[in-house]
């Protein structure tokens, strides 16, 4: 049976991905070795990390006032190695609280300047991202976390303001065009849209940078790894070339405005059947609901076991919710084909029947 | 042609495991679904994570003591991140310069209190492993660099001392028996007998930790990544699943002893050719060179690149020597077996044969 993947992360890439990636690791192109034993300096290697970063730059339009990175450490890292890199002591950073991995981000910050939380949607839930705040314009930059991947919701748009936006895009990357001239930093683990665990893309803007004054460890400073074109150590050589490989895959499939009308449909057609059927509700706030992960109840609790039991009988694998939500949450990243979600919203329909 | 792969690291790794590893891609244990698509707090990934943990605790004897972590970063994180962790500020460590990596773990470490440099063999161009220094008794930990994949030498056997050690194992873990309860932090980057690049091995006793009073960023602390067993954040999945399969290779190989026998006999007919052979010279002292990195010179400079050509020819790959040392270097870890060696040898002699 085909199963359908629906984990939130580490999650399902696409098939040609996986073909290709255990092809280069048994010979990687006709090398006679494999991708897991070639050292980070060959010059199969270097071919594949610049082709990985070319990929990056072309697909989102990164400007050349920015660098790109690949680093080790997840997102979680980048918690700490930004405000560490590029908050002041004395200086102020404001957060947008729009979830758990807001929250840490927030907390982690702490400990390097002042932290202005502008607004949050904590006390409800986190069912939807906060509006009409004001953006102080001497913050040092304002953080956001564009998809929230617990609760299900997302920015729709970038809130206006003078400076630099920081944004955790982990598991909304790649999904939709972004204008990245506006961000001061873009951050994102890379097993959602770009590749498996254990490769973290970081997208720095030279200013951003050396003005904090601190004595950073060299792993942590974002300088050292812009000069060591993020080999200042051994980089994470298998995760990069798959990350390389599932770029590839985006850009044959038309790059991030084609699959930005992809998602939207996916996320319409079950987002519309959550609507249609009778056992069902959605989580979030309309308006800001995630394409990514889209987060629902059933009206009567006593039916998510049957539910979970039908899915995993239909080859819905991974769409239980979040502990913190309940429910379920249905993650439709950019490797998820649109027949993947018609599986589900089948299953959906055919347990609204036996429960009818 | 088969090629043999000398590379320093990453390097070779079992063909077993290539294969094995590129079936989990495509498709993990009949699950469906690939290795890197599945949850990290899923049976399957939780299963690999702690099989993982089991093998090395195993085949390296781990007391009950000391904590096994996989992490994210490289031993280059935990040149700064043990002694933000472990050396109070008013504290002193005392650290034994071999190498460059001595060298980069010193230069991380100051930051954090006192670091004492017992003994280094910079001068002579890291040919030897310092002997005969006094060892403070007062000092939070002394930390060595077991091989020093650069220059090619290794301690033979650790120091007796009263404080803990602290040993980047990078380049040699696995490859012989050592008595973990002398140690009070073994860390060592994958990427030469343990697996691919992307995850470090950090085993840490628990009297090292929770007395420095820093505050310390989630992700730099140990104690929050042993609370979390390694899954504070998303951990490096497919490297730390192939290192699970490497171990496992180990064990079916009969373990730490019956390697050491293997790699002492791969060196000793290694060197056994470099002394013999007319056109070559060791770079290591005798006593204290690797089981793991033969470096040794051409004694005309002239023949060096012939001498390279003729080993690409004859399927040798890698074995062009670091910068800093020149000449060339054989890495023989764990999975290079014995005919791999014996085809440099042939080379070796074939090009003497050559140059007449």
Not at 67 to 88: D, E, T, W, Y
């Amino acid at each position: 049976m085909k199963i359908h993947n629906f984990s939130a992360g580490p999650s399902i890439l696409p098939q040609s991905v996986f073909d290709k990636a255990a092809q280069g690791v048994l010979n990687l192109d006709n090398s006679g070795l494999s991708i897991l034993e070639i050292s980070h300096r060959s010059k199969d290697f270097i071919a594949i990390h610049e082709h990985a970063k070319a990929l990056v730059k072309e697909l989102l339009q990164v400007p050349d006032t920015h660098h790109i990175l690949f680093l080790s450490g997840g997102a979680s890292s980048q918690f700490f190695m930004v405000p560490l890199n590029c908050l002041p002591q004395n200086g102020t950073a404001a957060y947008v609280d729009t979830g758990s991995w807001s929250s840490k981000a927030i907390k982690e910050a702490k400990r390097y300047g002042q932290i202005d939380v502008l607004a949050s949607s904590k006390e409800d839930g986190y069912k939807y991202i906060p509006k009409n705040y004001t953006i102080p314009s001497d913050a040092t930059y304002l953080h956001l976390t564009s998809n929230n991947t617990i609760f299900g919701t997302q920015f729709q748009s970038f809130p206006d303001c003078e400076i630099p936006i920081v944004c955790d895009m982990s598991s909304d990357i790649f999904s939709r065009p972004v204008d990245v001239s506006r961000f001061g930093i873009i951050y994102a683990g890379a097993q959602k849209n770009m590749g498996p665990a254990g490769v973290t893309l970081v997208i720095v803007r030279n200013d951003m940078l050396g003005k904090v004054g601190r004595d950073i460890p060299s792993m942590l400073d974002y300088q050292v790894h812009i000069k060591g074109d993020s080999m200042y150590n051994t980089p994470p050589v298998f995760p990069i070339y798959v990350s390389m490989l599932t770029l590839e895959w985006l850009k044959d499939f038309g790059g991030v405005s084609a699959i930005q009308k992809a998602n939207e449909d996916k996320a319409a057609i079950l987002y519309d059947e959550i609507a249609r059927n009778s056992l069902f509700s959605a989580v979030a706030t309309e308006e800001d609901r995630s394409r990514m992960n889209v987060t629902f109840l059933v009206n009567d609790p006593e039916l998510e076991k049957p539910f979970l039991d039908l899915c995993k009988a239909g080859g819905c694998d991974g769409v239980k919710g979040h502990r913190s939500v309940g429910g379920f949450r249905a993650s439709i990243y950019n490797a998820m084909p649109r027949e993947g979600v018609e599986a589900l919203i089948s299953v959906m329909q055919q347990f609204e029947k036996q429960m009818g």
